[in-house]
């Protein structure tokens, strides 16, 4: 059931529009709406350095890595003639916005019956983009389609750890890799060749994990020397046992890849980490936020700098705010608009979530890169120098924030500090910087269906 309605703010101009497009039809609704702040160029462009993309990697060789395709058939899919071919997409979170733990929210089943036609087909391209990561694209895509009553296809999800696959240099790398669910399936769809777990890492090297009492061996096992050295780290979400598995990363990070030993001093840098889903929190079915993955890589770098009076480094953070993850969820949307026969460029994406800080964020974040890649005449992805070939069509990224879950409409703006405190909490990761006007939401609403209904109002389409 939809909420009770929002009580307006002074309503204020999207940039890019005319005042007052809005102001009228929203604040008669209800609804709040936000101006993007402006904000700096050195937001955007730390935010991009955190991306840390592979040097020398052309985007055409990292689409062909991902699996990614250029015009493709259309699958049987029939353009809608009841509506002109559509110029916007949306980019969809699914956790607080579409499901809460394992229930569907009942406003998503109603943004779908506008979404979708009568042929049970898409009317524009949709994307969902989570920042989930201890599933497959395939079981993602299959649990989506029985909760909202339509064929959600796999290439349609955007898991938090999907962009790794453009990270080739490291695929025939042997990797320690952390998380839950289907790890190493996930791992190897991602590209990766070589990879151990946490569990069978502290199988060879019982003597490792020492905290659960009841784990510790028996006996004092034989050292091993025959365990190939780790080369690197995939974080890919959060693991079960965090004791066992900050230990053991720890382990690798501080000798160099080879726990079995002991170094006099730890290396630095230390072996490349590539990690992916940055949320501090996020929303089930508890009253209160649950801890994400950014909670634990919060613990390992406070760790790491304790340990060795130094800065743990990512060679690449994915998942939302990440710019990476919106090129990526860009490129799906032309695709799909693609298989469609919808000829029109996609201009405008809508991304709809219930996270100030990752969502928001990160929508504001591509919003700007799209608008400094305008100004200077060139599309940069990441500090490493991977340069896009194909110019890309979209225009604008507008953020819309919904009440379903993890922001509270209720409690005190993201933006502000809590009572008692001098300054607003930050919920990001350290490496993205503190930019109030970028967790700035384009549109508040009360849920997804309100939220389609108002894109759907400014774009000019039947509801």
Partial sequence: MSRAPIGPRAPRPLIGCAAGTWAGTAAGRGDCLHVRATGGRMAVLRSLAAV?????????????AAGLRGRCPRRGYAADSAQSAPTFGFLLDIDGVLVRGHRVIPAALEAFRR????HGQLRVPVVFVTNAGNILQQSKAQELSALLGFKVEPDQVILSHSPMKLFSQYHNKRMLVSGQ?????????????????VDELRMAFPVLDMVDLQRRPKTTPLLRNDFPAIEGVLLLGEPIRWETSLQLIMDVLLSNGNPGTGLATAPYPHLPVLASNMDLLWMAEARMPRFGHGTFL???????RKMTGKELQYEGLMGKPSVLTYQYAEDLIRQQAERRGWVAPIRKLYAIGDNPMSDVYGANLFHKYLQMVKHDGAEKQGAGGLWRQRPSATQSCASILVCTGVYNPKGPEPTQPVQGAEEAP??????????????????IVNDVNEAVQLVFHKEGWIL
């Fill in 52 to 64: 840390g993309a592979a040097p020398g990697l052309w985007w055409g060789a990292a689409r062909a």
């Fill in 115 to 118: 979404l979708v036609n009568s």
């Fill in 181 to 197: 669910g289907p790890l190493v399936e996930n791992a190897r769809v991602l590209g990766f060749e070589n990879v151990v777990t």
């Fill in 298 to 304: 919060l613990c390992l770098e406070t760790i790491y």
């Fill in 426 to 443: 930050f919920h990001g990761h350290r490496d993205f910087s503190f930019s109030p006007g970028l967790m700035e939401a384009s549109h």
